[in-house]
């Protein structure tokens, strides 16, 4: 599974950051693995300089061998937060494509 993470130029990032949520995606979908083809994230910051309440997006897109991609949004207050979210709405979707799945 390729994981791609980009973020908007109003999100600082570093090689570490990238790392941390490659590893941390990597872990929650790992029950997933023979499924997917690709988990896709793109942070931002919306109002970039500007202070406001759940100005951090995340946008996670997962595509599984031969099933259209699944896309979840997130806004909360930190871009941890917003990705850990997202996270578990992906989670959430997968559960309940792979359950109906294997019922037939």
């Known amino acids: 599974m390729e994981i791609l993470i980009n973020t908007d130029h109003n999100v600082e990032s570093s090689e570490e950051m990238i790392a941390y949520y490659k590893s941390e995606i990597q872990d929650d979908f790992e029950r997933f693995n023979e499924h ?4 896709e994230v793109k942070i931002s910051d919306e ?6 309440e759940r100005d951090k997006k995340c946008v996670m897109e997962a595509r599984l061998k031969g099933m259209q991609p699944f896309v979840v949004t997130s ?9 850990k979210d997202a996270s ?10 792979m359950g109906r799945l294997s019922d037939h």
């Open 75 to 83: 806004h909360e207050d930190t871009v941890k937060k917003a990705v």
């Open 36 to 39: 997917l083809t690709r988990i």
């Open 88 to 97: 578990n709405k992906l989670k959430k979707s997968l559960d309940s494509t």
């Open 47 to 52: 109002n970039g300089e500007k202070f406001s």
